[in-house]
């Protein structure tokens, strides 16, 4: 490993590192521990096994076992709304998809495998990404491409996310973790105060914008997780079979 350069593994390979509340505690126990040590500078977040993050576990929501997941500390997966003062790359395979974009997105910079595919389909299983994925992406690609993925729910791959500028770089399959380190460790070869400064003042015009998003966010999504069709697409999603929308 890098000196000064932290690494989080999200740790649920078998469930395609879905996330529960035991991963949220987790991911937001590493980060601000991370946040506290001044022997580590820049983090890179990476997924174990074969994806990044496939997203919210869907049977824990279709169960309703998912406190803690969307309204603790950092808001869903305990970090993407987290406050953080040091930059987090994530080193991205596989797939990112809802939620597990959402955390993407929440990251600095973003290091992706060639054949990764991107996605929030929450709106084909009556939800809505309303961890930060759609107005995130909007701020970051042309409005009428983000308004396209998310309302219809399409997956696209590494090369596409690249030309929208979502990605930093793309590497060949299995390559993103250590070019991600790579990256990691150019930063710690600067001023740690001055990446700290530079890191703040390039958030400071998203932050100011989000603030008013994440309010608008959270009124449409509680009505949203609320409805009846949120729990169909679940259960279907989980009963493997297609969703009977009722329309509310």
Known sequence: MIRFVGVITLNRPEQRN??????????????????????????????????????????????????????????????????????????????????GLEIMLACDMVIADRSTKFGLPEAKLGLLAGAGGVFRLAARIPVVKARELALTGRTFLAEEADRLGLLNRI?????????????????VKSAPRSVAAGLALSRYTELDDEGRAWVRNDALFADIFASDDALEGARSFAEKRAPVWVGH
């Open 18 to 99: 879905s996330v529960n509340r035991a991963l949220s505690d987790a991911l937001r126990a590493a980060v601000k521990a991370v946040e506290v040590d001044p022997a580590l500078r820049v983090t890179v977040l990476r997924g174990a096994g074969r994806v990044f993050c496939a997203g919210m576990d869907l049977k824990a929501f279709a169960s309703r076992e998912i406190e803690g997941v969307l309204d603790g500390e950092g808001g869903f997966a305990g970090f993407v709304r987290l406050d953080r003062t040091k930059p987090v790359i994530a080193a991205v395979h596989g797939a990112a998809l809802a939620g």
């Open 171 to 187: 590497t060949e399959d299995g390559g993103a973790f250590d070019a991600a380190m790579v990256l990691a460790d150019d930063i």
